[in-house]
């Protein structure tokens, strides 16, 4: 059975950082292309990072870029997303996903497409 378990989301003022993992089991993690994704109460989800397989290619959207890293260890099966500069904003429940079927240097940025999910971690940013 293939599992995401997220962890790392809390409370921080605005400018502070917070590093997500989720560590995924039930699969090899360098099957998949990975990606962190989040939703604020009354918005749409929205993608802030994608991985490929290898870890070599990664993608960052204009809206968090130069802020937000993403990061794998396929070695230990976890996802990673560096925040920091946080801003209010940045406030929602961030996911991890996992998409199969994908080359090893590709990445997906559209969540539809993507087959596990974890439960979510709450990231609150205040001013």
């Known amino acids: 059975q293939v599992q995401l378990v997220e962890s790392g989301g809390g409370s921080v003022q605005a400018g502070g950082s917070l590093r997500l993992s989720c560590v995924a089991s039930?699969?090899?993690?360098?099957?998949?292309?990975m990606g962190w994704f989040r939703q604020a109460p009354g918005k749409e989800r929205e993608g802030v990072s994608y991985i490929s397989r290898s870890g070599g290619v990664t993608y960052i959207p204009d809206s968090v870029k130069g802020r937000f890293t993403i990061s794998r260890d396929n070695a230990k099966n976890t996802l990673y997303l560096q925040m920091n500069s946080l801003k209010p904003e940045d406030t929602a429940m961030y996911y991890c996903?996992?998409?199969?079927?994908?080359?090893?240097?590709?990445?997906?940025?559209?969540?539809?497409?993507?087959?596990?999910w974890g439960q979510g971690t709450q990231v609150t940013v205040s001013s």
């Open positions: 039930g699969y090899i993690s360098s099957t998949v292309s």
């Open positions: 996903a996992a998409r199969a079927s994908l080359g090893y240097n590709e990445y997906d940025v559209i969540y539809a497409n993507y087959n596990y």
